[in-house]
């Protein structure tokens, strides 16, 4: 899957962009706040129809304008169009090949990309929450069973918790059946992919220069995978609940763990390491979903050698170029911050215009 053609109108501060796209893709150039990252932004977008910053639409908008357009040409197995166009609240229209789809659920992933960002080195360092949300992205576009399992799950959920915080258990206990489905669907698919993964993770970090001993597994009531199990485990935790407010069992509540020779990476590892093991998760995206969806995904990285010493960087660089022709885009200050033996075509962007 290649992207061949980028138009992107009224986005962040880009000048509109109509751009033919190098089948290997291409190294992004230009100061802080130029808009480079937006450009990535804009070609990312259509994966789920969202910002890969996690802001809502009316924030990706330009300044002062009414909405904004995306749109990509695309080639090789998925070849056809996919655009998005906004243009006010509720007022999003998603297009596959000219066609408009209703639901974003029936469009993402038509499009496939991975994107590194500075902010994703919490992937290691940060939250249970950043974890949850690379398993639930990852596993959604591999698999759509499991995205409509996880939709359905969260919207159990959130209505289980209304009721909770409305004081009526007798109204929450209503949502526990489903609850219990696609809840057992979310870990046990969770759990499938990390017993596979694992292994994966620790070969990326091994071939990014990382010598110690790593670990990936996952933090959570395994039990729970199997329906059955879900009413005791919901009956014991039913005062918890009420005096919380919420529901405190369940996948919503579960971790990705990431060690460093026995001990959490994200107590013991330097920050060289934590970026490393958050492109390590990337590449590892990257892998199960071209094995999954039979197509590989472009391979978006935002100054991503910051912060990696020269032989993590040269190893990086190499594994990018490896030869199984992934188109990469990725973005650096200066010509002299890439690594050498990184060979792509360089484009610069100055004050929202592409060169």
Avoid at 21 to 39: D, S, Y
Avoid at 58 to 79: I, K, Q, T, W, Y
Avoid at 234 to 252: I, N, Q
Avoid at 283 to 293: D, F, K, N, Q
Wanted: charge should be positive.
């Amino acid at each position: 899957m290649r992207l061949r053609r980028l138009v992107a109108r009224g986005f962040r501060n880009l000048a509109d962009v109509d751009r033919e796209l190098p089948a290997g893709g291409v190294a992004l150039l230009g100061a802080n706040g130029q808009g480079k990252t937006n450009l990535l932004e804009a070609i990312y977008y259509p994966v789920l129809f969202r910002s890969f910053r996690g802001v809502a639409d009316p924030d990706v908008a330009r300044f002062g304008g009414s909405g904004f357009h995306v749109e990509l040409a695309l080639e090789g197995a998925e070849a056809g169009d996919v655009a998005a166009t906004w243009s006010g609240p509720r007022r999003k229209r998603i297009a596959v090949d000219g066609e408009e789809i209703e639901r974003v659920a029936d469009a993402a992933g038509r499009w496939l990309a991975v994107a590194f960002r500075p902010e994703d080195v919490r992937l290691a360092g940060g939250p249970a929450a950043e974890r949850r949300r690379y398993l639930d992205r990852l596993l959604s576009l591999a698999s759509h069973p499991y995205l409509r399992a996880l939709a359905r799950y969260r919207a159990a959920l959130a209505r289980r918790n209304g009721a909770l915080r409305q004081g009526r258990p007798e109204i929450a206990r209503m949502f526990d059946p489903l609850l219990a489905v696609e809840g057992a669907t979310v870990v046990r698919t969770r759990l499938d992919w990390v017993a596979a993964a694992a292994e994966r993770f620790a070969a990326e970090l091994a071939g990014l220069g990382e010598t110690e001993r790593v670990c990936l597994r996952y933090q959570g009531r395994s039990e729970l995978a199997d329906p059955a199990a879900w009413p005791a485990a919901l009956e014991a935790a039913a005062a918890r609940d009420r005096a919380r407010g919420s529901t405190t069992v369940g996948p919503h509540r579960d971790d990705l763990v990431l060690e460093l020779a026995g001990r959490p990476l994200r107590v013991v590892g330097s920050t060289g390491q934590e970026r490393t093991a958050a492109v390590a998760l990337k590449l590892l995206e990257l892998g199960w979903l071209a094995a999954s969806r039979g197509s590989e995904p472009a391979l978006l990285l935002d100054d991503v050698f910051a912060e990696l010493d020269g032989e993590r960087q040269k190893r990086l660089a190499r594994r990018l170029g490896d030869g199984n022709g992934r188109q990469v885009f990725l973005t650096a200050p200066r010509q002299d911050e890439l690594p050498s033996g990184l060979e792509l075509p360089v484009w610069t962007v100055h004050a929202g215009a592409v060169r």
